[in-house]
């Protein structure tokens, strides 16, 4: 029954509504509470409206509690609710062990030294000193420097290519006759097989321009040379020995050499030779005209291309007909001998009596960021031989030719002058790679480095003000802070 309401008035309860709760004081109905206490005529009880309370239906019967929309509480929930409500002094102080335990705070620091690493950037601090003396130096040595890589180490040495170094061959032929009247062979024809040494050519070979020739060597007893064996007596003639300069083994006798001279008698090919006069001039002078045909093929490995000497222009017509010269022929791989002794700096008829060496270098010097049709030859000519020195002048050796006579063994020596021709060839291919042009522009930048470390010792040691910017660039510092800076440094930190 609803308070505050005459008794004896007839109340009606609304529909009970999921989540109300009778609780009987004396019968229980087995009725849900209602949301309100409603009389016949409709009017809601005023004291509960839509908070519950208890109801009744005038007689009595079936008294309940309004409690709202919550769920139902047991006893033992009840219980638990009343046991959280209990205050307990111990709870804080485990709370605050858990918050401040040295694994959490370990913890805490690692995450921040993480996020400061990842999320944080430091930059220095730059001071800007307006000085147009400094400010003009600067500039200049940073304009030096920038001239410095882009013109030496960018266009000139090529800083943005990877390199790669050459492998080649080379192989030569000779071609060229001429006539000699030595009185000891008569008229004589030479051709290629006769005055080139080795005669497959080799980028190592010797042209002969002079000879001295003695014919009819057999071996036997005879006098040798003045200058190797002297003698007065045979005591002076160690039987079996041989001098440095000789030409045989000594028999141990002394004979005439001549009418006047005295020497030791050798066992060898005889009659010795002598070689005190070189003919001049050369007996192949003629070979200053004889041309030399050089074929070469060269390949860079890295990069996989290969050329040779006998490049687009130059075709089998032209081939026929050229002769290098420098300037209007300069692809032609055919040379004569005189203009490649000339172009090296000698002088081919005094260097025709006693020999010399000359270098000749192809250089292949190829920028394969191009089409590999611009990678061409470039011929030079070196001499290697100074006609100056009086000791051991020019380039001979000696070469024998045998044959047998009334069934003795003979020979006909020959000591040979000429002009020895090495061949050298050199080259290199570079092709753009990012990693030397980071590797360049980062070098290129380091040293733009320099123009400030000059200006700082410009600015620092040698103009007036040099205290004032002292103190304006550095900032000291104590050896070792104070507690009250700690201290105080800790208080920032903690607010």
């Given at each position: ?27 229980a ?27 009744g ?41 858990r ?36 400010g ?27 390199q ?9 032929k ?5 006539l ?29 321009t ?18 190797a ?23 141990g006798r ?21 070689d005190?006069h ?46 290098y ?5 300069s692809l ?27 270098g ?31 000791v ?88 070792e ?15």
């Amino acid at each position: 029954m609803c308070p505050d309401q005459p008794l004896g008035k007839r109340w009606e309860a609304a529909k009970p509504q999921q989540g109300d709760l009778i609780v009987g004081g004396g019968q229980a109905r087995g009725l849900a509470a209602p949301r309100a206490c409603v009389p016949s005529s409709g009017v809601q009880c005023p004291h509960l409206g839509d908070r519950g309370g208890l109801w009744g239906d005038g007689a009595g019967h079936g008294l309940g509690t309004r409690t709202g929309d919550a769920q139902p509480q047991t006893s033992r929930e009840q219980k638990e609710e009343r046991r959280r409500a209990r205050p307990n002094p111990h709870r804080g102080e485990q709370r605050g062990r858990r918050r401040h335990s040295p694994g959490a705070a370990m913890g805490q620091k690692c995450m921040e030294k993480v996020s400061s690493f990842l999320f944080e950037y430091d930059t220095p601090r730059m001071v800007l000193v307006r000085n147009k003396k400094v400010g003009l130096t600067f500039r200049l040595i940073q304009l030096i420097v920038l001239a410095y890589i882009i013109g030496w180490v960018f266009l000139y040495e090529k800083g943005y290519q990877s390199q790669d170094s050459i492998v080649s061959s080379v192989s030569v032929k000779l071609k060229g006759l001429t006539l000699t009247n030595e009185s000891v062979l008569g008229p004589h024809i030479w051709d290629v097989v006769d005055y080139v040494f080795p005669p497959q050519g080799d980028n190592s070979f010797v042209v002969m321009t002079n000879f001295i020739i003695t014919p009819g060597q057999k071996q036997g007893t005879c006098p040798e040379l003045p200058d190797a064996g002297l003698c007065t007596r045979d005591s002076d003639c160690s039987k079996g020995t041989y001098s440095r300069q000789g030409q045989g083994l000594m028999t141990g006798r002394c004979v005439n050499f001549n009418s006047s001279v005295k020497t030791c008698e050798i066992f060898g090919w005889c009659p010795v030779e002598v070689d005190y006069h070189v003919p001049n001039p050369a007996l192949l002078s003629e070979a200053e005209k004889f041309t030399l045909f050089i074929k070469n093929s060269i390949t860079f490995p890295r990069f996989k291309v290969s050329r040779r000497n006998l490049v687009e222009s130059v075709t089998k017509q032209y081939l026929k007909k050229c002769t290098y010269h420098k300037v209007t022929d300069s692809l032609c791989p055919v040379f004569d001998l005189g203009y490649v002794v000339k172009e090296s700096g000698q002088n081919f008829t005094v260097l025709a009596v006693k020999g010399g060496v000359v270098g000749i270098t192809i250089d292949w010097n190829c920028d394969l960021d191009w089409p590999v049709r611009h990678c061409k030859p470039i011929y030079q000519f070196h001499g290697l031989y100074n006609d100056d020195s009086n000791v051991s002048p020019g380039f001979n050796f000696r070469y024998a030719k045998y044959y047998k006579e009334d069934g003795t063994d003979k020979r006909t020596l020959y000591k040979v002058f000429g002009i020895r021709f090495d061949i050298l060839v050199n080259g290199k291919a570079g092709k753009f790679d990012i990693i030397p042009t980071m590797t360049t522009i980062g070098s290129g930048i380091g040293i733009f480095g320099v123009a400030s470390v000059l200006c700082d010792l410009l600015l620092l040691h040698f103009l007036q003000g040099r205290d004032y910017y002292k103190q304006k660039k550095f900032k000291y510092a104590e050896q070792e802070p104070s507690k009250s800076h700690k201290k105080g440094k800790e208080l920032d930190n903690t607010q």
